[in-house]
Nanobody, 116 residues
């Protein structure tokens, strides 16, 4: 089992910044990808950014150039630095970890609200 605990959400004005953190614990041996998804009210959950063990990253087009994902493997933590936030970034952000067997683990989510 893998446990993921997010932190860092909150309320911010448009143009501001937030940094999300996700600490992973448990059986991390087979985890190869960690990242962030989000779900806005009335919408489906969508990928925001993921980063593999090899260092490759994938970002949603809507966040490219504004968000940066990073991993500290020593601390088993993944971060999402969010700059130039927009009201449309308002959502619950979920940390995710994927194993080499394509099993997904999810955190409980942290809410990000961007006011205009």
């Amino acid at each position: 089992q893998v446990q993921l605990v997010e932190s860092g959400g909150g309320l911010v004005q448009a143009g501001g910044s937030l940094r999300l953190s996700c600490a992973a614990s448990g059986n991390l041996f087979n985890i190869n990808t960690m990242g962030w998804y989000r779900q806005a009210p009335g919408k489906q959950r969508e990928l925001v950014a993921i980063k593999s063990d090899s260092g490759s990253t994938n970002y949603a087009n809507s966040v490219k150039g504004r968000f940066t994902i990073s991993r500290d493997n020593n601390k088993n933590t993944v971060y999402l630095q969010m700059n130039s936030l927009k009201p449309e970034d308002t959502a619950v952000y979920y940390c995710a970890a994927t194993t080499t067997y394509s099993r997904n683990y999810w955190g409980q989510g942290t809410r990000v609200t961007v006011s205009s």
